[in-house]
């Protein structure tokens, strides 16, 4: 940025010869970011030196420009490794980026004057990091065993001097000395600063690094350009906007240029590009990975944006949220909750109220003392749901360039907050969308997970829930490696796993994953990688892992238009091989090898069902192949007893087993001859999990009937093996239908399936007989459901009656 001509004997409060202006900040502290604008209007600086990469500097104009709007990060990434990456992430209310606002307004040069991103990005020691999360919040690597007792060693300067106050809180400390802090026109701008400074370098004298080694080569190359910047500008006419950390460091005086240099000299380096991106206050509020460390930016915004009276303003603001979400908050309700906050302000000592005390105030003003309500204050005023925005001449991959404009032409905005999407595929909008989606999870780039949808189930309809984070244009940057468009990256990453894929399981997977992108270039070379792997692979298991994502995809092709032939002829050839080899694969299974078989049998019986009729095909119809298999399964004494009775469930369910041909098996596997431990994995597969078998139990009282003939007659000793099965199986149900079942069992089922006359089992709770009077007085109710005229009333009372009875 070239300088500008100014004048140089421009007014200051500030005495001549005190050297550069210092100015030590808590980075997104609305108190320092006030404290700092004030300070550069009465100094008027010549030049602005602000903590940050410098690579930056030939994007910070772009920080002027009107559609960048915080809160926005640099993003710094290795070129060749761009996984490897680092923010710095900037608020309204960070210092730094009032300081660049500042200097931009003025037409006053500013420079980034921390380490370069180019060493930055090449540490890869875990125990190396800033002063706090704020000042370049790389990946973290993983530590070696000394780095935890390293990072433990480290100090937080703030929560040192709230101590040494009597505070127990270092953010309520903070409040109270700075963000409440009032400030009038006859304060001295520059005080607050040098009291800063003061306690820092007490703290720097007491701690030295403070456990936070790689300071040491970050403040050296901070005072060499703080070194060039006095030569070029002035010893007086530089300000600096830093951490308050680095403060003492920064006193030219009391090392050399030499020394400086011999501390930076061998540092590893790697190449590295910029950009400006967009970040989000949930981002801030995290205190780890890509964060900023501060608990509610939503607060810290209102408190720096506010011109006055900022708990009155807060209370409007929570109560204008809880009238959206259609609670009633009257302006009383406001009044009262600023009265009381300022009430527990005064009773703690408080010069103004804070963020604990306005939260009490809501809670038990607007709230009734419920702390629901609060959770919504929290996400979306305390932290805040704000997403930035950054101009479209700042640098950016190709693959972030297509990207965009696919945002904007299927006019889907990347949001912070969480949301549902819900598409009709038959829409072609929609049908893009989720083209885009599909694709970009193929990319790893985990813009939308997919969902329940709402509705219909239907193949035309896809729910999607959409969360855009900051994160994630490192994820696009990574993935520019594949192309520089979303479907041409998509197309060759989904070839090379094709290729390097060494599971049938990953292939099938890959396949569907195609078909919902519409991948169809890449298409050919998955499709061969699938028959390949298919041909080689002789393992059941691996074989039916694979066919049900083949069976989905199939599905895919009519409202997606692919063509699925190939896909369909692969399907039906595993489905074949599945059938044969399955019988032999069930026989000498242990119990978790079982287990593992009844998933598979499951997952395949689902999968055949969705495969297109193969009757044409030399092998005959797979559907009744399959019934064939089952069958056997069934009847064979060798299979695991959950095998026999899950088969024997699959095929009472598809109506291809009568109800006596599965009371026969039950009384089989039930018999005294079984050992108890088979006969209760029998009835794990016959009834257990969430398949509906406790249902078919309440109304099939013969199958309830053998179950409890066969559990009262298991030996005592027999009991505690059986009983973890059992306890497996029925906690699997729902809560009404277990107390039904154990009102049956009380009361007695019929073996031969008929329900016991009440009057002569003499059940307690019921009467001798049917209380006509009873029944009769639902009559009127029954008929105004059924819109009953007058004129049929009494054709109809014999009907109704008997319905009520």
């Known amino acids: 940025?070239?300088?500008?001509?100014?004048?140089?004997?421009?007014?200051?409060?500030?005495?001549?010869?005190?050297?550069?202006?210092?100015?030590?900040?808590?980075h997104h502290g609305p108190g320092s970011a006030r404290a700092v604008r004030a300070a550069l209007d009465a100094a008027s600086p010549s030049a602005v030196l602000i903590e940050g990469?410098?690579?930056?500097?030939?994007?910070?104009?772009?920080?002027?420009?009107?559609?960048?709007?915080?809160?926005?990060?640099?993003?710094?990434?290795a070129v060749d490794d761009p996984g490897r990456a680092a923010f710095w992430p900037l608020a309204e209310f960070s210092p730094e980026w009032v300081a660049i606002r500042w200097a931009l307004a003025?037409?006053?040069?500013?420079r980034f004057i921390d380490l370069p991103a180019t060493h930055s990005l090449a540490y890869t020691d875990g125990n190396e990091g800033g002063d706090e999360a704020t000042d370049g919040e790389t990946r973290p690597e993983p530590e070696p065993e000394h780095g935890a007792s390293a990072r433990a060693l480290r100090i937080d300067p703030l929560a040192v001097l709230a101590e040494a106050a009597g505070y127990d809180d270092a953010e309520r400390w903070w409040e109270d000395v700075v963000e409440h802090r009032g400030s009038t026109a006859a304060d001295d701008p520059f005080a607050p600063f040098a009291a800063v400074g003061e306690a820092m370098g007490a703290l720097r004298e007491e701690y030295g690094d403070g456990g936070h080694r790689r300071d040491l080569v970050r403040e050296a190359y901070m005072r060499i350009q703080l070194r060039a910047a006095r030569k070029e500008f002035g010893d007086d006419r530089v300000a600096v906007v830093c951490g308050a950390w680095h403060v003492p460091a920064l006193d030219t005086g009391?090392?050399?240029?030499?020394?400086?240099?011999a501390l930076l000299k061998g540092l590893p380096k790697v190449r590295s590009e910029l950009t400006w991106v967009p970040w989000t206050h949930q981002r801030l509020a995290r205190h780890s990975g890509y964060g900023a460390g501060i608990d509610s930016p939503g607060w810290y915004g209102h408190l720096f944006g506010a011109p006055d009276r900022p708990v009155t303003r807060w209370m409007t603001k929570v109560a204008g949220l809880l009238r959206e979400e259609d609670q009633p908050v009257?302006?009383?309700?406001?009044?009262?909750?600023?009265?009381?906050?300022?009430?527990?302000?005064?009773?703690?000592?408080?010069?103004?109220?804070?963020?604990t005390e306005t939260t009490d105030a809501i809670r038990a003003v607007m709230c009734d003392g419920s702390d629901v309500p609060l959770g919504l204050i929290r996400d979306r005023l305390i932290v805040g749901d704000v997403l930035g925005e950054v101009p479209d001449s700042a640098p950016a991959v190709p693959l972030q360039r297509d990207l965009t404009r696919l945002q904007r032409s299927l006019r889907l905005k990347p949001e912070a907050l969480e949301r549902e999407l819900d598409l009709d595929l038959r829409k072609e909008i929609d049908a893009g969308r989720s083209r885009m989606l599909h694709r970009l999870r193929l990319l790893g780039i985990g813009w939308g997970e997919p969902a329940a949808g709402r509705g219909?189930?239907?193949?035309?309809?896809?729910?999607?829930?959409?969360r855009w984070e900051p994160e994630l244009y490192v994820r696009v940057a990574e993935a520019g490696v594949?192309?520089?468009?979303?479907?041409?990256?998509?197309?060759?990453?989904?070839?090379?796993?094709?290729?390097?894929?060494?599971?049938?399981?990953e292939v099938t997977a890959l396949a569907e994953q195609c078909l919902l992108a519409e991948l169809t270039d890449a298409l050919p070379v998955v499709m061969k990688a699938l028959a390949d792997r298919a041909a080689l692979d002789a393992d059941v298991g691996h074989l039916a892992q694979a066919l049900p994502a083949l069976a989905r995809s199939l599905r895919y092709g009519d409202v997606r238009s692919t063509d699925t032939a190939a896909l369909g002829e692969v399907a039906a050839g595993l489905a074949e091989r599945i059938c044969v080899g399955l019988p032999p694969a069930c026989a000498a299974l242990d119990a978790d090898g079982a287990a593992e078989m009844r998933g598979h049998l499951d997952s395949v019986h689902t999968a055949i069902g969705l495969l297109p009729d193969a009757a044409d095909r030399p092998a005959g119809d797979l559907a009744g192949r399959w019934v064939a298999v089952l069958r056997k399964l069934a009847a064979r004494d060798t299979a695991p007893g959950v095998i026999r009775g899950r088969s024997a469930r699959l095929l009472l369910d598809d109506g291809r087993l009568p109800e006596d041909e599965a009371a026969r098996l039950m009384g089989l596997a039930l018999s005294?001859?079984?050992?108890?431990?088979?006969?209760?994995?029998?009835?794990?597969?016959?009834?257990?999990?969430?398949?509906?078998?406790?249902?078919?139990?309440?109304?099939?009282?013969?199958?309830?009937?053998?179950?409890d003939t066969w559990l009262t007659g298991v030996p005592d000793g027999s009991f505690t093996d059986v009983l973890p099965l059992l306890r497996r199986t029925f906690s699997a149900y729902e809560p009404g239908v277990r107390r039904t079942l154990g009102e049956l069992v009380r009361r007695g089922p019929a073996g031969g399936g008929a329900r016991p006359d009440r009057a002569e089992a003499g059940i307690p709770g019921f009467g001798a007989a049917v209380d006509e009077t009873r029944a009769d007085a639902v009559l009127p109710v029954l008929r105004l459901l059924l819109g009953g005229s007058t004129a049929v009333e009494h054709d109809n009372d014999n009907d109704l009656a008997g319905v009520a009875r």
């Open 1 to 26: 940025m070239t300088t500008p001509v100014r004048d140089t004997d421009a007014p200051s409060s500030r005495p001549a010869g005190s050297g550069p202006l210092l100015l030590g900040v808590r």
């Open 53 to 77: 990469p410098p690579e930056g500097d030939a994007l910070v104009a772009l920080a002027g420009d009107p559609q960048m709007r915080p809160p926005v990060a640099l993003l710094a990434h």
């Open 106 to 110: 003025h037409d006053v040069p500013v």
């Open 254 to 261: 009391t090392t050399t240029a030499t020394a400086d240099r």
């Open 330 to 355: 009257s302006s009383a309700h406001v009044i009262e909750a600023v009265r009381l906050a300022e009430t527990l302000a005064t009773m703690r000592g408080r010069p103004l109220a804070g963020l």
């Open 456 to 466: 219909s189930t239907g193949t035309f309809r896809e729910s999607w829930r959409l």
């Open 482 to 505: 594949w192309g520089t468009t979303v479907l041409s990256a998509a197309t060759a990453k989904a070839e090379s796993q094709a290729v390097s894929a060494t599971a049938l399981s």
């Open 672 to 707: 005294p001859g079984t050992p108890p431990a088979d006969a209760a994995a029998w009835i794990e597969g016959f009834v257990g999990g969430a398949s509906g078998g406790g249902m078919l139990l309440v109304h099939d009282e013969r199958l309830l009937a053998l179950v």
